[in-house]
């Protein structure tokens, strides 16, 4: 279920089945610029996942249909084009535990009980890595939007334009280029034939 408003805010999925433990993630992150979608189990998260995109999940080890990994590995198996970053909340301080959340695809995990500003600055690293994503992906779509782009033209080339609206854009640029040309010499006849009437 949505929590808060998510204009201009970036959307956090929290997963955990326990009322209490959603409650202080909530309170936790009420001041901070995030809108909370809240999630009891697995299925629950990984449809408002599909519904949504948050760009964070936050989500514990243990859930009652899906495991904290079990999760990870479904999230980053959605192929969207966007990253989502994933921290794992657990009371689990082995190593092998969390070595094996981290090879699920989680970015980063919190022991329970967590620290309030411990998960905020652990949240601010992961937007940071997301705006960086974000800019990185921006910077990729340009590069291809410039790749299939004539520069003389500005009209898209390769396979995409080949059926799309600029498909004979560079034949109309090359035409009508050429038709200037032929124009501006006929004024140039014109102007000969008023200077030197002898010659035509």
Not at 169 to 179: E, I, Q, S, Y
């Amino acid at each position: 279920m949505r929590m808060n408003d998510a204009v201009q805010k970036l959307q956090v999925l929290v997963v955990d089945d326990s009322p209490v433990s959603r409650k202080l993630l909530e309170h936790a992150l009420s001041a901070e610029p995030y809108a909370l979608l809240f999630a009891k189990n697995g299925e629950e998260a990984l449809r408002l996942f599909s519904e949504n995109k948050p760009a964070l999940v936050i989500t514990d080890w243990m859930l009652p249909d899906l495991s904290g990994p079990e999760l990870c590995e479904r999230i980053r198996t959605d192929g969207r084009s966007s990253y989502t970053y994933i921290i794992l909340l657990t009371s689990m301080t082995e190593k092998d535990s969390v070595v094996e959340g981290l090879a699920a695809g989680a970015d980063d995990y919190l022991t329970k009980p967590f620290d309030s500003s411990e998960l905020r600055a652990r949240i601010g690293v992961g937007r940071r890595i997301i705006d960086l994503h974000r800019e990185i992906d921006a910077k990729n779509k340009l590069l291809m939007e410039m790749a299939n782009t004539d520069p003389l033209t500005g009209c898209q080339t390769g396979a995409r334009s080949k059926n799309g609206p600029g498909a004979n854009c560079g034949a109309r640029r090359v035409t009508d280029f050429l038709l200037g040309c032929a124009y501006r010499c006929r004024l140039f006849q014109g102007h000969q034939r008023r200077l030197w009437p002898r010659c035509w």
